[in-house]
């Protein structure tokens, strides 16, 4: 069955860079969706935005992080990762790697990163 | 942006049914048949349980269900179990983005 990991640093200095990698197994990165979810400690989920791979990659950013984010699949690791640049500490919140539908599901989750911004 | 508005809380005893609500706009789950539902455990990833408003992944117990009328889609989970005990998010496809609830926790009584 595929499962995902997310790997990176625990804690980043405020406006700094913010980087995870997903070590994706169990499946090809080609032709799925795969998405980035963080959701705040006690808080709700958001969607980051996602990546859609067949040769070439495609993207879809939430609107209200796009001008910050970026998301890049590197194929001969199977992974793909995030990059979430000028972070605050309201950027301090687990993260997610997710297989995703394109417009739908999410499923599987990789079980989560925490990420704390703070100096 | 602007969560999905769900009830913070629900709860109910052993056998009986909840139902939560998850109300959008015509932007987001009015305007679209792609509402899906998430149980999450504490210190636990997401799980899904329903997609496509009423369709139940391989592995969900047929308790869980799900509906929409309008702006508004709901979970319902009939003959409630104590490990029903968890919260529960709605996500909606929004055009050029995906926009979640704001969770509800439920209880087991």
């Known amino acids: 069955q595929v499962q995902l990991q997310e790997s990176g640093p625990g804690l980043v200095r405020p406006s700094e860079t913010l980087s995870l990698n997903c070590t994706v197994s169990?499946?090809?990165?080609?032709?799925?969706?795969w998405s980035w979810i963080r959701q705040v400690p006690g808080k709700g989920l958001e969607w980051i935005g996602h990546?859609?791979?067949?040769?070439?990659?495609?993207?879809r950013y939430n609107p209200y992080l796009e001008r910050r984010v970026t998301i890049s699949v590197d194929t001969s690791k199977n992974q793909f990762s995030l990059k979430l640049t000028s972070v605050t500490a309201a950027d301090t919140a687990v993260y997610y790697c997710?297989?995703?539908?394109?417009?739908?599901?999410?499923?599987?989750w990789g079980q989560g990163t925490l990420v704390t911004v703070s100096s | 942006q602007s969560a999905l508005t769900q009830p913070p809380s629900a709860s109910g005893s052993p056998g009986q049914s909840v139902t939560i609500s998850c109300t959008g706009t015509s932007s987001d789950v009015g305007g679209y048949d792609y509402v899906s539902w998430y149980q999450q455990y504490p210190g636990k990833a997401p799980k899904l349980i329903l997609y496509e408003v009423t369709k139940r992944p391989s592995g969900v117990p047929d308790r869980f269900s799900g509906s929409k009328s309008g702006n508004t889609a709901s979970l319902i989970v009939s003959g409630l179990q104590t490990e029903d005990e968890a919260v529960y998010y709605c996500c909606s496809y929004a055009g050029n983005n995906r926009v979640f609830g704001t969770g509800t926790k439920v209880t087991v009584l």
């Open positions: 169990g499946a090809s990165l080609s032709g799925h969706y």
């Open positions: 997710v297989l995703g539908s394109g417009r739908d599901w999410f499923d599987p």
């Open positions: 990546m859609y791979y067949s040769g070439n990659a495609n993207y």
